[in-house]
Protein backbone atom coordinates (compact mmCIF):
# COMPACT_ATOMS: atom_id res chain seq x y z
CA UNK A 1 0.00 0.00 0.00
CA UNK A 2 1.47 4.04 -0.71
CA UNK A 3 2.01 6.24 1.94
CA UNK A 4 -1.55 7.76 3.98
CA UNK A 5 -3.13 4.19 3.37
CA UNK A 6 -3.78 5.14 -0.31
CA UNK A 7 -3.65 2.37 -3.18
CA UNK A 8 -2.13 2.76 -6.66
CA UNK A 9 -4.25 1.25 -9.65
CA UNK A 10 -1.86 -1.89 -9.02
CA UNK A 11 -1.78 -2.03 -5.58
CA UNK A 12 -6.03 -2.05 -5.58
CA UNK A 13 -6.58 -4.13 -8.09
CA UNK A 14 -4.29 -6.36 -5.93
CA UNK A 15 -6.57 -6.38 -2.84
CA UNK A 16 -9.21 -6.72 -4.51
CA UNK A 17 -8.23 -9.90 -6.71
CA UNK A 18 -8.85 -8.26 -10.26
CA UNK A 19 -6.87 -6.67 -12.96
CA UNK A 20 -5.67 -3.35 -13.57
CA UNK A 21 -7.28 -3.74 -16.62
CA UNK A 22 -10.84 -4.22 -14.89
CA UNK A 23 -10.06 -1.09 -12.44
CA UNK A 24 -9.48 1.34 -15.17
CA UNK A 25 -13.01 -0.02 -16.88
CA UNK A 26 -14.80 0.85 -13.84
CA UNK A 27 -12.90 4.27 -13.50
CA UNK A 28 -13.94 4.43 -17.70
CA UNK A 29 -17.50 4.08 -16.56
CA UNK A 30 -17.67 5.99 -13.18
CA UNK A 31 -18.25 3.18 -10.78
CA UNK A 32 -14.87 3.71 -9.32
CA UNK A 33 -13.12 7.41 -9.41
CA UNK A 34 -10.04 8.03 -7.89
CA UNK A 35 -10.37 10.01 -4.44
CA UNK A 36 -6.92 11.48 -5.43
CA UNK A 37 -3.84 11.57 -7.81
CA UNK A 38 -0.05 11.11 -6.96
CA UNK A 39 2.43 14.19 -7.99
CA UNK A 40 3.77 12.50 -10.75
CA UNK A 41 -0.58 11.80 -11.98
CA UNK A 42 -1.27 8.25 -10.67
CA UNK A 43 -5.20 7.70 -9.66
CA UNK A 44 -5.13 7.03 -5.78
CA UNK A 45 -8.03 5.17 -4.14
CA UNK A 46 -8.83 4.91 -0.38
CA UNK A 47 -9.48 2.37 1.65
CA UNK A 48 -13.19 3.14 0.97
CA UNK A 49 -12.77 3.02 -2.72
CA UNK A 50 -11.79 -0.52 -2.30
CA UNK A 51 -14.41 -1.56 -0.45
CA UNK A 52 -16.78 -0.13 -3.07
CA UNK A 53 -14.65 -2.21 -5.94
CA UNK A 54 -15.35 -4.89 -3.66
CA UNK A 55 -18.82 -4.51 -3.55
CA UNK A 56 -19.07 -3.94 -7.51
CA UNK A 57 -17.22 -7.15 -8.13
CA UNK A 58 -19.63 -9.01 -5.85
CA UNK A 59 -22.79 -7.04 -7.71
CA UNK A 60 -21.30 -8.57 -10.91
CA UNK A 61 -20.66 -11.87 -10.03
CA UNK A 62 -24.49 -11.98 -8.73
CA UNK A 63 -25.29 -11.37 -12.31
CA UNK A 64 -26.12 -7.40 -12.14
CA UNK A 65 -24.96 -5.88 -15.45
CA UNK A 66 -23.24 -2.54 -15.07
CA UNK A 67 -25.79 0.13 -15.31
CA UNK A 68 -27.49 -1.71 -12.92
CA UNK A 69 -24.72 -1.30 -10.63
CA UNK A 70 -24.33 1.94 -11.30
CA UNK A 71 -27.79 2.95 -10.41
CA UNK A 72 -27.62 1.50 -6.75
CA UNK A 73 -23.87 3.38 -6.50
CA UNK A 74 -25.77 6.47 -7.22
CA UNK A 75 -29.12 6.23 -6.02
CA UNK A 76 -29.91 7.61 -2.27
CA UNK A 77 -32.11 4.60 -1.54
CA UNK A 78 -29.71 2.01 -2.81
CA UNK A 79 -30.66 -0.88 -0.17
CA UNK A 80 -34.22 -0.66 -1.31
CA UNK A 81 -32.78 -0.79 -4.96
CA UNK A 82 -30.57 -3.53 -4.44
CA UNK A 83 -33.33 -5.23 -2.87
CA UNK A 84 -35.43 -5.04 -5.81
CA UNK A 85 -32.51 -5.53 -7.99
CA UNK A 86 -31.38 -8.96 -6.27
CA UNK A 87 -35.60 -10.46 -5.99
CA UNK A 88 -35.61 -9.48 -10.03
CA UNK A 89 -31.48 -11.53 -10.66
CA UNK A 90 -33.33 -14.32 -8.34
CA UNK A 91 -36.37 -14.73 -10.24
CA UNK A 92 -34.22 -14.96 -13.22
CA UNK A 93 -32.03 -17.29 -11.74
CA UNK A 94 -34.92 -19.46 -10.96
CA UNK A 95 -36.53 -18.95 -14.67
CA UNK A 96 -33.27 -20.18 -15.76
CA UNK A 97 -32.78 -23.06 -13.93
CA UNK A 98 -36.50 -24.42 -14.90
CA UNK A 99 -35.14 -23.95 -18.49
CA UNK A 100 -32.18 -25.83 -17.73
CA UNK A 101 -34.09 -28.45 -15.65
CA UNK A 102 -36.40 -28.79 -18.99
CA UNK A 103 -33.95 -29.62 -21.35
CA UNK A 104 -32.07 -32.01 -18.90
CA UNK A 105 -34.94 -33.98 -18.74
CA UNK A 106 -35.57 -33.89 -22.36
CA UNK A 107 -31.69 -35.15 -22.89
CA UNK A 108 -32.51 -37.85 -20.56
CA UNK A 109 -35.18 -38.97 -22.46
CA UNK A 110 -34.01 -38.71 -25.28
CA UNK A 111 -30.97 -40.78 -24.28
CA UNK A 112 -33.16 -43.57 -22.63
CA UNK A 113 -35.55 -43.51 -25.78
CA UNK A 114 -31.66 -44.67 -27.79
CA UNK A 115 -31.14 -46.97 -25.13
CA UNK A 116 -34.26 -48.99 -24.88
CA UNK A 117 -35.69 -48.37 -28.81
CA UNK A 118 -32.41 -48.09 -30.66
CA UNK A 119 -33.37 -44.61 -32.10
CA UNK A 120 -34.85 -41.35 -31.27
CA UNK A 121 -38.87 -41.59 -30.77
CA UNK A 122 -39.49 -38.17 -30.62
CA UNK A 123 -38.07 -35.85 -32.81
CA UNK A 124 -39.33 -32.26 -32.01
CA UNK A 125 -39.95 -30.64 -28.63
CA UNK A 126 -43.69 -31.23 -28.24
CA UNK A 127 -43.00 -34.99 -28.71
CA UNK A 128 -40.26 -35.01 -26.34
CA UNK A 129 -42.30 -33.16 -23.93
CA UNK A 130 -45.21 -36.00 -24.62
CA UNK A 131 -42.41 -38.31 -23.64
CA UNK A 132 -41.54 -36.82 -20.87
CA UNK A 133 -44.54 -36.59 -19.75
CA UNK A 134 -45.05 -40.35 -20.35
CA UNK A 135 -41.96 -41.75 -18.65
CA UNK A 136 -43.38 -39.62 -15.79
CA UNK A 137 -46.41 -41.44 -15.96
CA UNK A 138 -45.11 -45.23 -16.12
CA UNK A 139 -42.62 -44.10 -12.51
CA UNK A 140 -46.24 -42.90 -10.98
CA UNK A 141 -48.03 -46.80 -12.32
CA UNK A 142 -44.60 -48.73 -10.57
CA UNK A 143 -44.69 -46.50 -7.41
CA UNK A 144 -48.65 -47.70 -7.06
CA UNK A 145 -48.31 -50.94 -8.46
CA UNK A 146 -45.74 -51.71 -5.79
CA UNK A 147 -47.84 -50.16 -2.55
CA UNK A 148 -50.88 -52.39 -4.06
CA UNK A 149 -48.22 -55.54 -4.04
CA UNK A 150 -47.48 -55.01 -0.27
CA UNK A 151 -51.00 -54.38 0.59
CA UNK A 152 -52.12 -57.91 -1.68
CA UNK A 153 -49.02 -59.70 -0.06
CA UNK A 154 -50.16 -58.03 3.82
CA UNK A 155 -53.99 -59.57 3.15
CA UNK A 156 -53.44 -62.94 1.86
CA UNK A 157 -50.10 -63.45 4.33
CA UNK A 158 -52.00 -62.00 7.50
CA UNK A 159 -55.00 -64.12 7.12
CA UNK A 160 -52.78 -67.19 6.23
CA UNK A 161 -51.25 -66.85 9.40
CA UNK A 162 -54.87 -66.23 10.93
CA UNK A 163 -55.86 -69.28 9.66
CA UNK A 164 -52.80 -71.51 10.97
CA UNK A 165 -52.83 -69.86 14.40
CA UNK A 166 -56.38 -70.10 15.46
CA UNK A 167 -58.29 -72.06 13.06
CA UNK A 168 -60.04 -69.13 11.29
CA UNK A 169 -59.88 -69.97 7.93
CA UNK A 170 -63.05 -67.85 5.85
CA UNK A 171 -60.71 -64.90 5.94
CA UNK A 172 -57.90 -66.45 3.53
CA UNK A 173 -60.09 -66.99 0.28
CA UNK A 174 -61.62 -63.30 0.79
CA UNK A 175 -58.20 -62.26 0.63
CA UNK A 176 -57.19 -64.85 -2.45
CA UNK A 177 -60.09 -62.87 -4.16
CA UNK A 178 -59.13 -59.36 -2.78
CA UNK A 179 -55.54 -60.22 -4.13
CA UNK A 180 -56.82 -61.68 -7.88
CA UNK A 181 -59.38 -58.94 -8.25
CA UNK A 182 -56.49 -55.99 -7.65
CA UNK A 183 -54.34 -58.11 -9.86
CA UNK A 184 -56.60 -58.23 -12.47
CA UNK A 185 -57.15 -54.50 -12.24
CA UNK A 186 -53.60 -53.53 -12.50
CA UNK A 187 -52.61 -56.05 -15.09
CA UNK A 188 -55.97 -54.20 -17.02
CA UNK A 189 -54.91 -50.57 -16.00
CA UNK A 190 -51.41 -51.19 -17.41
CA UNK A 191 -51.97 -52.81 -20.93
CA UNK A 192 -53.92 -50.18 -21.42
CA UNK A 193 -51.77 -47.85 -21.51
CA UNK A 194 -48.72 -49.91 -22.95
CA UNK A 195 -47.89 -50.72 -26.51
CA UNK A 196 -44.78 -52.45 -28.20
CA UNK A 197 -42.54 -52.01 -30.43
CA UNK A 198 -41.43 -54.96 -32.85
CA UNK A 199 -37.98 -54.87 -33.18
CA UNK A 200 -38.35 -57.02 -36.65
CA UNK A 201 -40.91 -55.12 -38.68
CA UNK A 202 -40.88 -51.69 -36.37
CA UNK A 203 -44.54 -51.90 -35.98
CA UNK A 204 -46.21 -50.74 -32.58
CA UNK A 205 -48.64 -52.47 -31.26
CA UNK A 206 -51.25 -53.55 -28.25
CA UNK A 207 -51.07 -57.07 -27.13
CA UNK A 208 -54.06 -59.64 -26.47
CA UNK A 209 -54.55 -59.58 -22.59
CA UNK A 210 -53.79 -63.32 -22.27
CA UNK A 211 -50.86 -62.70 -24.08
CA UNK A 212 -49.51 -59.95 -21.85
CA UNK A 213 -50.65 -62.56 -18.89
CA UNK A 214 -48.27 -64.75 -20.14
CA UNK A 215 -45.62 -63.67 -22.16
CA UNK A 216 -42.54 -63.33 -20.29
CA UNK A 217 -40.87 -59.92 -19.95
CA UNK A 218 -38.17 -57.59 -18.09
CA UNK A 219 -38.64 -54.13 -16.39
CA UNK A 220 -38.91 -52.44 -20.46
CA UNK A 221 -39.64 -54.96 -23.06
CA UNK A 222 -42.16 -58.16 -23.35
CA UNK A 223 -41.80 -61.05 -25.41
CA UNK A 224 -44.58 -60.99 -27.62
CA UNK A 225 -45.78 -62.05 -31.40
CA UNK A 226 -46.51 -59.13 -33.35
CA UNK A 227 -49.93 -58.69 -35.32
CA UNK A 228 -48.04 -57.18 -38.12
CA UNK A 229 -45.15 -59.63 -39.35
CA UNK A 230 -46.19 -62.60 -37.03
CA UNK A 231 -42.57 -63.11 -35.35
CA UNK A 232 -41.58 -63.39 -31.96
CA UNK A 233 -39.11 -61.34 -30.31
CA UNK A 234 -38.34 -59.08 -27.82
CA UNK A 235 -40.38 -55.75 -28.10
CA UNK A 236 -39.64 -52.73 -26.30
CA UNK A 237 -42.34 -51.31 -24.22
CA UNK A 238 -43.76 -47.74 -24.73
CA UNK A 239 -46.20 -46.84 -21.73
CA UNK A 240 -48.67 -43.82 -22.57
CA UNK A 241 -50.00 -41.00 -19.95
CA UNK A 242 -53.29 -41.25 -21.64
CA UNK A 243 -55.33 -44.86 -22.00
CA UNK A 244 -55.14 -46.11 -25.52
CA UNK A 245 -58.15 -46.60 -27.91
CA UNK A 246 -56.46 -49.74 -30.11
CA UNK A 247 -58.59 -52.72 -29.13
CA UNK A 248 -55.92 -55.55 -28.08
CA UNK A 249 -54.42 -57.23 -30.64
CA UNK A 250 -54.06 -54.72 -33.13
CA UNK A 251 -51.37 -52.02 -34.09
CA UNK A 252 -51.33 -48.44 -33.80
CA UNK A 253 -52.26 -46.51 -36.87
CA UNK A 254 -49.66 -45.63 -39.06
CA UNK A 255 -47.10 -48.46 -38.14
CA UNK A 256 -48.04 -51.47 -39.46
CA UNK A 257 -46.25 -52.05 -42.43
CA UNK A 258 -48.12 -55.74 -43.49
CA UNK A 259 -51.41 -56.73 -43.93
CA UNK A 260 -53.40 -56.86 -40.71
CA UNK A 261 -56.40 -54.68 -39.60
CA UNK A 262 -55.40 -51.18 -38.66
CA UNK A 263 -58.07 -49.62 -36.28
CA UNK A 264 -58.49 -46.11 -37.76
CA UNK A 265 -58.91 -42.95 -35.28
CA UNK A 266 -57.19 -41.61 -32.42
CA UNK A 267 -54.40 -43.75 -30.72
CA UNK A 268 -55.60 -42.05 -27.08
CA UNK A 269 -58.78 -41.64 -25.50
CA UNK A 270 -60.02 -38.31 -23.96
CA UNK A 271 -58.30 -37.47 -20.94
Known amino acids: MADNNLYQTG ?12 VQYYDSKGLLAPSGYSEG ?15 ILLLKTLGLSLNQIKGVLESPNSTTVLTLLLDERAEEISRELDEQ ?70 PFPLALIFV ?14 S ?39 WCVERYHALPLKITPGECVPGTCHHACEVKAGDTHANA
Open 11 to 22: ELADACGTTVRT
Open 41 to 55: GRRLYTEADAEQLRF
Open 101 to 170: THALGILNTARADLERFGKLIATNKPAMVTRMIDDRARRTMWIKMIALGIVMDTAWISTLILGIMTGTWW
Open 180 to 193: FGVGMWLVLKYSAH
Open 195 to 233: TYLCPVCGAEFRPKIRAFLLSGHTPYTRRLVCPCCHEKD
